[in-house]
C-alpha cells in the first residue's frame, strides 16, 4: 500500500478530501483506504489543523490471518478480568485454549448496580465495586489507550476493542478513547465470544489460597482455593496454570501470597488529588476561540518545582470525579468520561511522586501508607464516604473553603469541606502548592483559585510487585503467571492488555512445543 503522511485539514474540512487526496496520487481506482493516524496541531491557535497519514492501494487488503489453534487438556484459570486477564483469557481462547476466568466482583451488569447504589446511597459493596468487577478499574475511568510503552502488541489491543465494538477511530487518533459508557458493551461481546469457545467465567468468586506439589527443587502449581463471596461456598479448582491479573488495589490477596511464600517486593507509587476545572476553560487555553468546534481539550503536565515530581494522570474532559473506595472507612476518588466528553467539568489526577522512605521498611509499609490516607479522607469527609474538597486557592493559602465559586464538584458521593493538608502528607502538599503555579505557565488557568481538588487519589499503581521470571512465570512457583498492572509490570489499559496477551503468547508456545513448566 502507498502511504502519505502530514495532511492537514482544517477545522471543518470533510474527511473525504483524504479520499480525493489518495485518487488523484493514485491515479486509479481505489479498492483499499485507510486512516493510519490523526491527531490534532494546536501550537498556533489561529490555525488548527488535524494532520492524517492515510495508506491506500488499487488491491483490496488482505486479511489478517487467524491464528494457529491447539488442542490442549491444559487446564488454564485467570484471576482477574481487569485489561490484563481479560486480554488473555480473548488471546488463549483465539489459540483454542479454554480458560476459566475467576472475578472476585461481579459481571458489568450486576456491577453497574453495586456502583450506582454505593454513588447514591453510599452503601459500599467491598467486593463488587469500582475497583473490582468484570473489566476491572478501567471500566469506570473512560477507556484511555494511550500509553508511552512501545509493547509490540499494544496494536493488537487496539484491534481487539475495536473488533468487540469500540469506535473504529480508536486504531488512528493519537489519543484514543472508548468512554465509560461503550466500554461495557464491548465487554459483554468479549465475554460472549469467550464462552461461546469454551471459556468459562466465576463472577463473584474471590481467590482465597494456592496448593502446589514439589516438582524437582522447587514447586509447582497443583490448585487454587477460591471462595463465593454471595454464599460463603469454598472449593478447589485444580489447574496446571494460573494468570495473576489481579490489580493493583487487591491488598487481601496480596497478603496472602505473601504467607503462600510467593516473592514479592515493595514498589515506589505517587498519590495525590483530583483537580477539576471548566471544560470550557480547558479547552480555551489549549485551543483559543475555536474549543467549541473541537473536541474536549485534554492536558498532560510534568512538574519539577519541588524536589518530588508532580504530574497530572488520567486526565478525563468533559468526565466526571468518582467515589472508587474498595475498603469499608476510606475514601479513594478517581475520574471517568463518556464518550462524548461533554460534562461541564474536566478532571485530572494530580500526583506527587512518593518513595519508599516515605513510608518505611517493610512488604506492605507502602499499602498501609495508601490505607491511611484514604482513612484520614474519610474522616475528613464525615465517616459517610463523601470526600473531603478544597478549593484550589483556599489550599494554596490554608484556608478552609467556605463555599464553591465557578466550580461545582461532580463526585457522587458528596462532598465536605476540609483542609486537605491534614489528610495528605506534608511532603505532597508541599508540592502541590509548588506544582500548580509551575504547570500554569504551561496551561494558563491552571491555578484557578476556583478550582476545586478532591482526596484522595491513592490508587495509581501497586504498591507491590510480583516477581516473575524470563519464562514469566514466579520466581517462586512455576505454573504461576503474574501478569499486568496489579503484578507491577504495566500501567494503564493498554500496556495492561498487552501484558495480558504477552503471557498468553507465553503459555501457547509452552503448550506447544510441551515445555508448560520451563
Not at 53 to 59: E, G, V, Y
Request: proline residues 4%; charged residues 25%; hydrophobic residues 40%.
Amino acid at each position: 500500500m502507498k502511504r502519505i503522511d502530514n495532511i492537514k485539514l482544517h477545522i471543518g474540512e470533510s474527511e473525504h478530501e483524504l479520499l480525493k487526496i489518495a485518487q488523484k496520487n493514485l491515479k486509479k481506482p481505489i479498492k483499499a483506504f485507510k486512516i493510519l493516524k490523526k491527531s490534532l496541531d494546536a501550537r498556533d491557535k489561529n490555525n488548527i489543523v488535524w494532520v492524517y497519514s492515510i495508506a491506500f492501494s488499487d488491491q483490496p487488503e488482505v486479511a489478517k490471518p487467524e491464528l494457529e489453534r491447539v488442542r490442549s487438556p491444559l487446564r488454564v484459570a485467570i484471576i482477574g478480568s481487569g485489561p490484563a486477564g481479560l486480554m488473555c483469557a480473548l488471546r488463549l481462547a483465539e489459540h483454542g485454549i479454554a480458560p476459566i476466568i475467576i472475578e472476585r466482583g461481579g459481571c458489568v451488569e450486576d456491577r453497574i448496580k453495586s456502583t450506582q447504589k454505593f454513588f447514591d446511597c453510599r452503601i459500599l459493596d467491598t467486593q463488587s465495586n469500582v475497583q473490582f468487577g468484570e473489566g476491572g478499574a478501567g471500566t469506570f475511568s473512560d477507556g484511555k489507550l494511550n500509553t508511552q510503552t512501545h509493547d509490540g502488541f499494544n496494536r493488537d489491543v487496539l484491534e481487539y476493542f475495536a473488533r468487540f465494538g469500540a469506535p473504529e477511530e480508536i486504531l488512528y487518533l493519537n489519543k484514543p478513547h472508548i468512554g465509560s459508557d461503550r466500554l461495557k458493551s464491548v465487554l459483554l461481546n468479549i465475554r460472549k465470544y469467550i464462552t461461546d469457545n469454551g471459556g468459562k467465567y466465576l463472577f463473584d468468586t474471590r481467590f482465597i489460597g494456592i496448593n502446589t506439589v514439589a516438582d524437582g527443587a522447587g514447586k509447582r502449581l497443583r490448585s487454587i482455593l477460591l471462595k463465593n463471596t454471595k454464599t460463603g461456598e469454598e472449593s478447589e479448582l485444580l489447574t496446571d496454570v494460573a494468570v495473576l491479573a489481579i490489580g493493583h488495589s487487591a491488598r487481601d490477596t496480596f497478603e496472602m501470597l505473601d504467607r503462600s511464600g510467593i516473592k514479592m517486593t515493595p514498589r515506589d507509587f505517587a498519590i495525590g488529588v483530583r483537580i477539576e476545572h471548566l471544560a470550557s476553560e480547558i479547552g480555551l487555553a489549549q485551543y483559543g476561540k475555536l474549543y467549541n468546534k473541537l473536541p474536549a481539550a485534554d492536558y498532560k503536565l510534568v512538574s519539577h518545582a519541588h524536589e518530588r515530581t508532580v504530574f497530572t494522570f488520567c486526565m478525563c474532559p468533559g468526565g466526571v470525579v468518582i467515589p472508587a473506595a474498595s475498603e469499608e472507612g476510606g475514601v479513594v476518588a478517581n475520574g471517568m468520561s463518556d464518550y462524548a466528553r461533554n460534562g461541564i467539568n474536566s478532571n485530572s489526577a494530580l500526583m506527587v511522586q512518593m518513595k519508599r522512605e516515605d513510608f518505611g521498611e517493610g512488604l506492605f509499609a507502602g499499602m498501609e501508607f495508601q490505607r491511611k490516607i484514604e482513612r484520614r479522607a474519610f474522616e475528613a469527609g464525615g465517616r459517610t464516604y463523601a470526600a473531603p474538597v478544597q478549593l484550589l486557592g483556599d489550599f494554596a493559602a490554608d484556608k478552609v473553603s467556605a463555599s464553591f465559586g465557578e466550580v461545582l464538584p461532580t463526585y457522587a458521593a458528596g462532598t465536605v469541606f476540609a483542609p486537605l493538608k491534614e489528610v495528605l502528607p506534608p511532603m505532597a502538599v508541599c508540592a502541590l502548592k509548588a506544582a500548580v503555579p509551575d504547570m500554569d505557565r504551561r496551561l494558563k488557568g491552571f491555578a484557578n483559585p476556583h478550582a476545586v481538588l478532591t482526596g484522595v487519589e491513592t490508587r495509581f499503581s501497586s504498591p507491590v510487585k510480583i516477581e516473575r521470571g524470563d519464562n514469566l512465570q514466579s520466581v517462586s512457583l512455576s505454573g504461576l503467571y503474574p501478569c499486568g498492572e496489579g503484578a507491577g509490570y504495566s500501567g494503564g489499559i493498554t500496556s495492561s492488555a498487552a501484558d495480558g496477551i504477552k503471557i498468553a503468547e507465553k503459555i501457547f508456545e509452552n503448550i506447544k512445543n510441551h515445555t508448560i513448566f520451563i
